[in-house]
């Protein structure tokens, strides 16, 4: 208890120099979880948006199917299997069909994903109703805003599409855009026309096939479903996991330069105050203090600055961090654009786990180059720190 | 060890290491400090004065011979053993002051009381009764650096006498005061030593101390010289 008093006291006899210190390890923390909030609010966000637009509960792919791999889409597809189609006939499943294909808007020729879904369904957030009410001469298509950007297309916009059916031949017909979605998943828009399930069936010539199975948000996932393959939720939201892993190995490195600042700043403060404080050290010594003791009052008076800059950091970073997590920061871009997942406004998640975290491992950090210095400090001998002579 | 003799010096040497040889700083010192005493160090620069302070205050350790201080051999002691010595039985006063700056004059004096871990009600009587002794009773909330060198010399007396210590060792106390301030703190200092019983060992060269002093020893080189008691110092002479 003495040696924390002293230390404050210390401390806050320093002025301007702890309050420096105290600012730059405040600036690092608030800026970590400020950053680490981002990441997990853009992880949960993206989590998701990619459970309501594509995953819902899960799925039942063909055994050929491998989303990696677009030469496999000519063989996976079939008839799903009838336990399968029995939870489809409830209403707790929807077939889903893929075919590679092109789009020739204006001339211009992109290779598109063509996908069949039931109009009706409400398994996925995407407004497929659009799809059935169409009643114009052409195939329907619901494209994304992205995909809209990209091929410059609008509502009520014709243009050809090609596809090969089931035997190989090619054939080609007009589409029309009947809406554009606006969806955060890039995964359910860019390159992609979806279209009724049933009329691309007809297209391919595939009555009643599927290429994968999307199982509805809490429905039960099937085991005994002959050689295709049950996909759970988890399958889907581990590699986008990975993905995010990925990129958050980027903000890490932000992490350890912030963290460095932060310690560079207190070790440099700590260091100083060896050469400028030696005579007190000394007189500490004479006084008849410990070297243990010593050793402690430094460590405490780094270790003293975290805490310092947790308060400072609460005092300014807390209304901003609560800024960030109610209201949002918006994107100053189309989210579309960006080839993730991205929310209009950007909302931090800050969990009592990540800010508990994060001032542990920054108070660990700089009561450790705290302590250094204070090392230094019991080798001095009293006589040599009293002449202000460093050994 | 003596009952009278609060410490004991016996063929003490100290060597300092110097390129490849050593520079020996004190040579065969043999003598007593009784309790009481108003003991001067007194030499040219270089001959061993605070080199002796610092070995009897535990800062230092002995090459050869053994030193007993308040009947603690120090030879083999460790750091911590001697910083007990200090913290319990020696007051320093320094000729810089030393005052902890951050701290105010009340602070800096209770400080050893901290580092004993006496309770806030005795710390703060006894601080209270050493400012009085020094007369810096309407300075207690200033810092060191709001006070005159006289002043802050006080505060570190305060400090020194707070724990009412056998023994109180002083390198060179005036010599950044003036001839009046000098002479204010010689004069507690002896006042103190009446009064407490405690014994004091200064080094100095400073004339006006000298003329406090009821033993000086004289050192040249390292090695005493002369030890010389006075019955009746010159400030009593002109009283």
């Known amino acids: 208890m003495l040696l924390f008093k002293l230390a404050l006291k210390n401390l806050l006899g320093a002025g301007t120099r702890t309050w420096l210190n105290v600012a730059v390890t405040s600036f690092s923390f608030v800026l970590i979880i400020f950053m680490s909030g981002f990441y997990q609010g853009f992880l949960e966000y993206a989590q998701q948006v990619t459970l309501e637009t594509e995953v819902a509960g899960g799925a039942y792919w063909h055994p050929a199917y491998d989303p990696d791999d677009p030469f496999t889409l000519d063989e996976a597809h079939g008839v799903p299997p009838g336990p399968v189609n029995s939870q489809v006939a409830g209403g707790q499943a929807m077939p889903i069909l893929l ?52 091929a410059q297309l609008e509502v009520g916009d014709v243009f050809t599409i090609r596809w090969r059916d089931v035997h190989g031949t090619y054939d080609a017909d007009e589409a029309e855009v009947v809406s554009i979605m606006r969806v955060e998943n890039p995964g359910v ?78 070790f440099n403060s700590q260091v100083l105050s060896i050469f400028r404080r030696r005579k007190e050290i000394g007189t500490l010594m004479a006084l008849g203090m410990v070297r243990s003791r010593v050793v402690a009052l430094f460590t405490a008076e780094g270790g003293m600055h975290s805490v310092l800059a947790f308060v400072l950091g609460g005092i300014w970073g807390g209304p901003l961090l609560y800024f960030v997590a109610t209201m949002g920061i918006p994107m100053p871009y189309d989210p579309s654009e960006f080839g993730v997942i991205m929310a209009p406004r950007l909302i931090g998640v800050y969990g009592a786990g990540m800010i508990l975290g994060t001032t542990l491992l920054v108070a660990v950090i700089v009561t450790m180059v705290s302590y250094i210095p204070a090392r230094k400090i019991a080798k001095l001998k009293p006589t040599e720190a009293l002449t202000g002579r460093s050994n | 060890m003596d009952d009278n003799h609060i410490v004991e010096i016996r063929d003490l040497v100290k060597n300092y290491p110097v390129g490849g040889g050593h520079f020996t700083a004190l040579r065969d010192v043999t003598t007593d400090l009784v309790v009481g005493e108003f003991t001067g160090l007194v030499g ?22 053994s030193v007993t201080v308040l009947d603690m051999p120090l030879g083999g002691k460790n750091h911590k053993e001697l910083a007990h010595l200090r913290r319990e039985g020696i007051g320093f006063i320094f000729q810089t002051f030393n005052l902890l700056p951050v701290y105010t004059v009340f602070e800096n004096v209770e400080f050893p009381l901290l580092l004993i871990g006496m309770a806030a009600d005795e710390r703060k009587e006894l601080v209270d009764q050493a400012l009085e002794w020094v007369g810096l009773t309407d300075k207690v909330k200033s810092r060191p650096a709001q006070l005159s060198g006289g002043e802050c010399q006080r505060v570190a007396i305060a400090r020194a006498i707070v724990k009412k210590p056998k023994l109180i060792i002083a390198d060179e106390p005036t010599a950044n005061l003036d001839a009046k ?17 405690t014994s004091f060992i200064f080094a100095t060269h400073d004339e006006k101390v000298m003329g406090y002093l009821t033993r000086i020893i004289h050192l040249i080189d390292g090695r005493i010289d002369e030890d010389e008691h006075i019955s009746e110092p010159e400030y009593r002479k002109g009283k």
């Not at chain 1, 996909?231 to 932000?254: G, H, R, T, W």
């Open chain 1, 99 to 150: 075919t590679q294909g092109s789009m020739y808007p204006e001339g211009r020729m992109m290779p598109v994903m063509i996908k069949g879904i039931p109009p009706d369904q409400n398994i996925v957030s995407l407004p497929t109703a659009v799809l059935g009410e169409y009643t114009g001469a052409a195939i329907p298509v619901l494209i994304g805003a992205g995909m809209s950007h990209t």
């Open chain 1, 189 to 266: 828009d860019m390159g992609q026309l979806w279209l009724p399930l049933e009329t691309l069936r007809e297209m391919l010539e595939m009555p009643g096939e599927a290429t994968y199975v999307v199982a509805a948000s809490g429905a039960e996932l099937l085991a005994d479903i002959g050689d295709w393959q049950a996909k759970p939720v988890a399958f889907f939201l581990q590699q986008y996991l990975d993905v995010i892993e990925m990129k958050s190995s980027n903000a890490k490195v932000l992490y350890a330069v912030l963290l460095a600042m932060a310690a560079l700043g207190i």
């Open chain 2, 44 to 65: 040219p620069s270089g001959s061993g004065k605070t080199t002796l302070l610092n070995i009897i205050g535990g800062l230092d350790a002995p090459t050869e011979g």
């Open chain 2, 181 to 197: 301030n000098s002479h204010n703190i010689m004069q507690i200092l002896v006042h103190l030593n009446q009064e407490l019983s």
